[in-house]
């Protein structure tokens, strides 16, 4: 499998190359030059596999080329069996329609690990053939931060490099991110959005001053890889649900609009999907996308759920690629468009396209509250406030009720566990898994949010690629 750039002019790349490249040399996301189809037959099969079997299983025509599917179930069974779950993303029945599909059973308590932990274990894979050093360098409002650094912290040939917006993570979050000391990772809280820090990281891989001297590397979900790994739970969740036989839709709370489009991917590859909901906070540039076809970016509005403030959504390209005829260079005037002006307005192709499978949800704070409280009272579960948004998505969203609705419960309560309290009356307890959390020592750089300092401090404290 090769990988081609949404923007049209960077080369095309195999998944290792993809992989270690992060974002294409022309700005644009790497996406797969065709998407992979399984037939009914053949997801059916798929049906009462161990996660990691399944992961391989899902994955293996995305790393042709690049690993084997043996070895990459070696990587599978690696990175699963550091969750909590045996089941790894265990799917739990709220009520007639609706489900929960917990993606919190890994280290650091929220979807990231999914995609993460088996990261980790790929840079080491081929950087280990190359011989290269890597310089990631990543955005952060507050869960992939964690997820990445405890994926990479003390794996030689990686440096970590965490941007996250100085006082916009929970306390929780800040900590899984400062209390790990190990001398690779290095945390910078900046003054300014986590859309300010997600700019400032994608400038730095088309800088020229910066990737002469660095091989710099990405852990957001503009990397393929990571959404390659999110793709698995909807087999998984479907499948237990009676896919390929019966239709099931996703409630996807969004912010950067990638775990939604590893969905789209499922669809794509042939899992019967009734509909994705997009489900965001009042930070809802997605909402109006798809609502209206206005994609403007509008001011970032702290919420409850912080690791959805969020005004521009890097994987959205990744779909306005697809539903416009795969046209990089028509796309990359589109983007340089929305760069200059701050708006963009979907052409007919893209909503249409759009439309036939994406519906959209906003949550105010009041209805991100009711969930939580809905959950607690009615089914007896803690939700946290970004799953939040995604069960008033899914309650409101008029789906048949044959239909069963999974909502991605995509970090675990104790994390947000103020706002859960103000909800409930009652506080999560935290996993033993943590630990220690809130005894540990930080360590944590702040800088102005201003690129030149940042890659200033990159450029000091890195290895160059070697
Ligand atoms: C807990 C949580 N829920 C939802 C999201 C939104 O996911 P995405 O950015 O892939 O849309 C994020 C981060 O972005 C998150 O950390
Ligand atoms: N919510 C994210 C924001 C970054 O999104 P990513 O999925 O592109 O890494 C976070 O918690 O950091």
Redesign the pocket.
Known sequence: MDYISTRGRAPALDFAGATLAGLASDGGLYVPREWPRFSADEIAAMAGLPYAQLAAKVMAPFVAGSLTEERLFELTTEAYGRFAHKAVTPLVQLDEQNWLLELFHGPTLAF?DVALQLLGLLFEEFLGRTGQNLTIVG???????SAAIDAVAGRDRIDIFMLHPHGRVSDVQRRQMTTVLAPNVHNIAIDGS?DDAQAMVKRMFNDSAMTDRFAIGA????NWA?LMAQVVYYFAAALQLGAPHRKVAFSVPT??F?DVFAGYVAAQMGLPIERLIVATNVNDILHRALSNGDYSQGEVTPTAAP??D?QVS?NFERLLFDLGGRDGLALAEQMAGFEATKAMQLTNAQREGAAALFSSSRTDAAEMSAAIRWGWENCGQLIDPHTACGIHAARTSGIDPAVPVVTLATAHPAKFREAVERATGHRPSMPSRVGDLFEREERCTELPGDYDGIAEYVATHAVPKG
């Not at 955005?139 to 931060?145: C, I, P, Q, V």
């Not at 852990?219 to 503009?222: E, F």
């Open positions: 990231k955005a952060t409002s507050g869960d992939t931060g986590f852990v957001n979900s503009i990571r912010g950067n990638g690791s959805m969020i890097s």
